[in-house]
Structures are given as C-alpha cells and as structure tokens.
C-alpha cells in the first residue's frame, strides 16, 4: 500500500474544466476523445473532471421537438449535409449518430449534471457518457424525466427523483454558472487544464494529450 501511495503521490495533477452542451454532438466526440487521451496517459496524471452548463439553445422547447423538424428549421437545406457529416465523425469513435427522437431545453440535464457533481465527479462524469449515449445513439429525449432517472440510476446518484420533481433545484446553480463561467465562451466544447490552458472544440486525443504536458510543465 506504501508503495502504490508513493506512486500516486508523484503524478501530477491535471483538471480539466468542460463547458458543454447536453445536445451538441461535437461535445459528446471531444468527450470520447478526452477519455481517450486520459485512459492513455492516466500512470502519468491524477485526472479531476468538472462539467459546467452551457445552452446552445436556452429558448428550446421544454415539451421537445422532433430533431429532423428543429435542424431543418434552424439549418435549411445544409440540415441533411450536417447529419451525414456527424454520422462519419460518431462512427470514428465506434458510434452510430441517430436523428431519431426529440430534441429541446436542455435545463433539466444540467440540473441533473450539477447535482451528480455534488455526490462526485466521476459520478457527474459517468452521468454525462449515459446523456449522450442515449440522446445521441438510442433517440432518447434530454426533457424526457424518465430517461433522465434512469441516467442516474445508472451511474449511481441518489434522490435524483426528489431533486428534479422542483423544478427550482439547482436552477440557481446553473443559472450562475451560464452567467459568470459561461457567459464569455463562444462556443462548446470547451476545456480549461489546469485554469489557464484552452481548447475550443472537440479536439482529437493528441491535442489533449499534449495539453497535459504544457499544463502541468
């Protein structure tokens, strides 16, 4: 046990700040490719994750709104170009990209994030690969309470049910958090290591990883 804590004790710390999106397909592919990068390099590091709200869309409708329907609207023609473009980009991290279900506020989801944070990270961490997975690849619904319960159940956090029948819990937390840290991001991802070093978008595991030396030298 000695040894393994002298080990541990000589890896350098590495926190990664993420602002994101529980509806932006490029958040949930910097995130594979995140993981990635920290499965490859986690002997050299101690790694602590923290997800921050960000709203592509805080105007979306709480009911949903068939995906194909709202990218149509908010893209036109380029709409089908962009689905078949995310489809290659899923598939190059080993996943297959669904237009099926519904999209909408993504509110509830960050409230669910913020309060998974509260019981741990790796358990906030967790929270969001189910999300994504279920939004992005099964046509699960990010507003559906349901499917967000079953989230949680998943990764282990406690009184989900509770804290999101209010719909005022948490609201505040997020709120300041899309006021005071995300207010000046322009747009998502988004990764801060170690409070100064930046990345904007959902860069490939080498960026990371290379990230994490200038970040911790």
Request: glycine share 8%; charged share 25%.
């Given at each position: 046990?000695?040894?393994?804590?002298?080990?541990?004790?000589?890896?350098?710390?590495?926190?990664?700040?993420?602002?994101?999106?529980?509806?932006?397909?490029?958040?949930?592919?910097?995130?594979?490719?995140?993981?990635?990068?920290?499965?490859?390099?986690?002997?050299?590091?101690?790694?602590?994750?923290?997800?921050?709200?960000?709203?592509?869309?805080?105007?979306?409708?709480?009911?949903?709104?068939?995906?194909?329907?709202?990218?149509?609207?908010?893209?036109?023609?380029?709409?089908?170009?962009?689905?078949?473009?995310?489809?290659?980009?899923?598939?190059?991290?080993?996943?297959?990209?669904?237009?099926?279900?519904?999209?909408?506020?993504?509110?509830?989801?960050?409230?669910?994030?913020?309060?998974?944070?509260?019981?741990?990270?790796?358990?906030?961490?967790?929270?969001?690969?189910?999300?994504?997975?279920?939004?992005?690849?099964?046509?699960?619904?990010?507003?559906?309470?349901?499917?967000?319960?079953?989230?949680?159940?998943?990764v282990g956090v406690e009184g989900a049910e509770d804290f999101l029948?209010?719909?005022?819990?948490?609201?505040?937390?997020?709120?300041?958090?899309?006021?005071?840290?995300?207010?000046?991001?322009?747009?998502?991802?988004?990764?801060?290591?170690?409070?100064?070093?930046?990345?904007?978008?959902?860069?490939?595991?080498?960026?990371?990883?290379?990230?994490?030396?200038?970040?911790?030298?």
């Amino acid at each position: 046990m000695a040894a393994a804590h002298s080990s541990n004790a000589e890896k350098k710390i590495v926190r990664v700040d993420i602002s994101s999106d529980t509806v932006c397909p490029w958040c949930f592919v910097g995130k594979k490719n995140l993981d990635k990068a920290i499965a490859a390099s986690n002997e050299k590091y101690n790694f602590e994750l923290r997800w921050h709200p960000f709203q592509l869309d805080s105007n979306a409708p709480k009911e949903g709104i068939d995906k194909k329907e709202y990218y149509i609207r908010k893209f036109g023609s380029r709409s089908e170009q962009m689905a078949a473009r995310m489809s290659e980009v899923f598939r190059n991290v080993g996943l297959e990209y669904s237009m099926s279900g519904l999209t909408g506020n993504t509110m509830d989801s960050h409230r669910l994030i913020y309060f998974a944070g509260q019981q741990g990270l790796d358990k906030q961490h967790a929270l969001v690969e189910e999300l994504c997975l279920g939004y992005f690849t099964q046509g699960k619904y990010i507003g559906d309470q349901n499917f967000l319960l079953e989230c949680a159940a998943k990764v282990g956090v406690e009184g989900a049910e509770d804290f999101l029948r209010n719909p005022n819990n948490g609201l505040k937390e997020v709120e300041d958090e899309l006021r005071t840290y995300s207010c000046n991001i322009g747009g998502v991802p988004y990764y801060v290591i170690n409070g100064n070093h930046k990345l904007s978008g959902a860069q490939p595991p080498e960026v990371f990883l290379r990230a994490f030396e200038v970040a911790t030298s």
